[in-house]
């Protein structure tokens, strides 16, 4: 499937008109992580659809949930912007970016610099770079590219071997250790587990995917993660800014 996703994305990249900039107020994605008020921060993502799961949102306002998260406390949000696997849209970006405080990443498969110059004219605060889809001497110009910007990036793995690679050429800022393989589809909440310690104490670490409940959260903090990326699990749920709650075992009374 990520193989299948990259050449989509060649295509794009290929056929991409950059839009007008925005113009849209930069807000830091680390600083809002690093200063949640829970401990453990939240990256709410705003999903319809993905390859795994089909459809997950029938009457989908994305303007609508992102306000419900920002209601519910998350610290950071993500939006999807490829349209032939997750039906986003880059203009839902902007759109969110105009209605809310939060910082916002761009969830997008990056393979090219022209892509990040798309992503700080629509308003993206941040960016995804997937080691698994870069080389990695390709990965280290695009994060510094993004850096130049003033994006921040989200640097994902799967595993230690991807781990290693990425360390042989950046010191991340933000880490995601993805529990999905985006080759299988598999989601292992334990995946992050025993690799917390070959990662550098200054690079804040994400647990990515397939997290449901409070006891999911305690355990991926027990293995090092200091924040958390949700999709599925909150957009399921009616409302978005008690799903949030729920996942932290708070209290729903609003
Ligand atoms: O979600 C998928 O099916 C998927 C398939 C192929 C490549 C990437 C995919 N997801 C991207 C993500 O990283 C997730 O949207 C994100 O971590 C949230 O995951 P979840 O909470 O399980 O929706």
């Known amino acids: 499937m990520l193989d299948k996703i990259i050449e989509t994305k060649k295509e794009e990249v290929k056929n991409l008109i950059l839009p007008e900039d925005e113009g849209l107020p930069n807000h ?43 209601k519910g406390g998350a610290d950071c949000l993500s939006v999807l912007t490829d349209s032939p696997y997750f039906q986003g849209k880059r203009e839902y970006l902007t759109a969110i970016k105009r209605a809310v405080n939060l910082p916002v990443l761009r969830k997008d498969f990056i393979i090219d610099s022209i892509q990040i110059d798309e992503a700080k004219r629509i308003g993206a605060d941040a960016v995804l770079l997937i080691s698994e889809a870069l080389e990695p001497a390709l990965l280290k ?16 793995v799967h595993d230690q071997h991807n781990l290693e690679q ?7 800022k933000i880490l995601g250790v993805n529990n999905r393989n985006l080759k299988t589809f598999e989601t292992n909440i334990q995946q992050l587990e025993g690799m917390a310690s070959s990662i550098p104490e200054e690079t804040l670490l994400v647990s990515e995917s397939g997290i449901y409940t409070k006891e999911d959260l305690d355990l991926v903090k027990q293995y090092g993660a200091k924040a958390v990326l949700v999709g599925e699990s909150l957009m ?3 409302n978005q800014s008690l799903a949030v709650k729920q996942l932290f075992g708070e209290s729903l009374n609003v």
Do not use: C, W
């Open 28 to 70: 830091s994605f680390l600083d809002a992580l690093i200063t949640s008020n829970r401990d453990m921060a939240l990256i709410a993502e705003v999903k319809k659809a993905s390859p795994s799961k089909g459809l997950i949102k029938e009457n989908f306002d994305p303007v609508e949930i992102a306000l419900a998260y920002e």
């Open 141 to 156: 110009d695009l994060y510094q590219y993004s850096y130049e910007l003033g994006l921040d990036v989200l640097v994902e």
């Open 166 to 172: 990425v360390l042989h050429v950046i010191t991340p």
């Open 236 to 238: 399921r749920k009616e």
